[in-house]
């Protein structure tokens, strides 16, 4: 089974060999939706990763879609705040504006802001702390930054996902959540402008927490999932209020990761990358280092085309293919040659011998194993005296059995061995029989239940 190389493939092909990749097999790129009610991810004792750090990052991909925030009804996208001792949160504070906010361990916060927030579409969004500014990122340029002073020492508070707590009122988020992080260390601006333009890389030794929301199926029933993983293997999150089951308040179709492709294969091909052969269905991200400790993400969707080859033998005379979709050549098994005009679902060949059939759809063939079709071991002589009449005929004739009369099946198919109708036959001495085809010579087979038995006529349709 061969498929041709087409333009996608040999670019990827490219690709993979231009560069050094190191394979992992992920999962599809879903992101988790947020219903703005009750929808929320807590990972408990999550501050532990940055307490007594002399910096700290959180980013995230989100997709927001409340139009006017305001008091109560601000969305919390994801962070820390206890009110006290430990705040380091981004919440979408008004139609374009976001908030970023630092409390140390001696209750100073620091505040700045984002503009230009869009709603209704992936906004990617990093806060950053160094321990003398607090910076915040919107699509990788800076938007404000402040002075700021201070370290966060709480070990026990929870990072929440989706919702930032308050004292009278929580700050639910109404939108999608993506690819979260959370390192101990600033991110510096190129390292911002890296993520967002390609990314991000889990092998980071800084990031301790990385939630890529990657599970599930994407607007199915997911109801058996109770945790968000993290990719460092660090702090699972639990999933509390999600319905886990359609278009939100679910795990769902997530931002487009830059670099991501999809390729397809037939079934028994291989996409080649840098020594290894790909043949399973799957998602694979590549890294590809890009230099100045900026590297970039590909998400490669590899899909596998494959076609059922199945055969079967009925009738003792009638091959079928199990392929009830795509186009069909009959071979000669001995002479590997074209059954001339044998390209139906069912064939009855003329004559004794192997075939098989050949199953194209769109660039993938696929080949079926050979059945023998012995026509010296069926017995005639039953039903010497059996006839049709007249003949040639309008497309009304009678079919006779003669002296020797059982039940089974007339077949008519045409010179080339095409099937076009099977007509039963019960066990009486004639039966009429009316067809609608066009004038021509066509092959009439009958069958015996018992399969002990058979005879073929020509028959003549006349205009």
């Not at 409340?66 to 949160?89: L, M, V, W």
Request: hydrophobic letters at 35%; charged letters at 15%; proline letters at 4%.
């Amino acid at each position: 089974m061969k498929k041709p190389t087409t333009p996608l493939s040999a670019c990827l092909f490219l690709l993979f060999c231009i560069f050094q990749w190191s394979a992992t097999q992920a999962q599809g790129e879903n992101s988790l939706s947020f219903d703005g009610v009750d929808d929320y991810v807590t990972c408990p004792n999550a501050s532990a990763q940055i307490a007594s750090s002399t910096g700290m990052s959180l980013s995230c991909w989100v997709y927001a879609t409340n139009p006017s925030p305001s008091y109560p009804n601000f969305d919390g996208f994801a962070g820390f705040r206890n009110e006290i001792n430990c705040d380091f949160y981004i919440l979408h504070l008004s139609t374009n504006t976001l908030e970023g906010r630092i409390r140390n361990s001696a209750g100073n916060n620091f505040d700045v802001s984002a503009t230009g927030f869009q709603i209704n579409t992936w906004q990617h969004v990093v806060l950053t702390y160094n321990g003398s500014a607090l910076k915040i990122y919107l699509n990788g340029s800076l938007s404000d930054n402040v002075a700021a002073s201070g370290s966060i020492t709480n070990t026990t508070e929870t990072l929440n996902l989706g919702r930032i707590p308050f004292s009278s009122a929580d700050f639910m988020l109404g939108g999608q959540l993506d690819e979260v992080g959370l390192w101990d260390k600033a991110l510096s601006a190129a390292e911002v402008n890296c993520l967002y333009n390609y990314g991000l890389e889990s092998s980071d030794p800084n990031l301790k927490l990385f939630y890529q929301c990657n599970q599930g199926t994407s607007g199915g029933t997911n109801s058996g999932i109770t945790t968000l993983m993290d990719t460092k293997g660090n702090i699972n999150g639990a999933l509390n209020g999600f319905a886990l089951s359609g278009t939100s308040s679910n795990f769902v179709s997530g931002v487009s990761l830059h670099g991501s492709t999809t390729a397809s294969i037939c079934a028994g091909d291989s996409l080649f990358f840098e020594g290894q052969y790909y043949k399973q269905a799957g998602v694979y991200q590549q890294v590809i280092p890009l230099g100045g400790g900026c590297d970039s993400l590909v998400q490669l969707t590899l899909e596998v085309d494959s076609i059922d080859v199945g055969i079967s033998k009925f009738n003792a005379i009638t091959l079928q293919s199990a392929s009830a979709t795509g186009t069909y050549t009959w071979i000669d098994c001995i002479t590997g040659t074209a059954v001339p005009g044998a390209t139906q679902q069912k064939f009855i060949p003329k004559n004794t011998g192997s075939y098989a059939v050949v199953v194209t759809k769109g660039n993938c063939s696929d080949t079926s194993a050979c059945l023998y079709i012995g026509f010296a071991d069926v017995e005639e002589s039953a039903l010497e005296s059996a006839r049709i009449y007249p003949n040639p005929s309008k497309g009304s004739f009678t079919f006779s059995q003669g002296s020797d009369i059982g039940k089974g099946v007339l077949h008519i198919s045409s010179l080339t061995g095409a099937l076009l109708a099977s007509k039963p036959i019960d066990g009486v001495p004639e039966t009429n029989i009316e067809v609608n085809l066009p004038a021509g010579i066509y092959q009439l087979t009958f069958q015996r239940s018992d399969a002990e038995s058979q005879k073929t006529w020509l028959l003549t349709i006349e205009p």
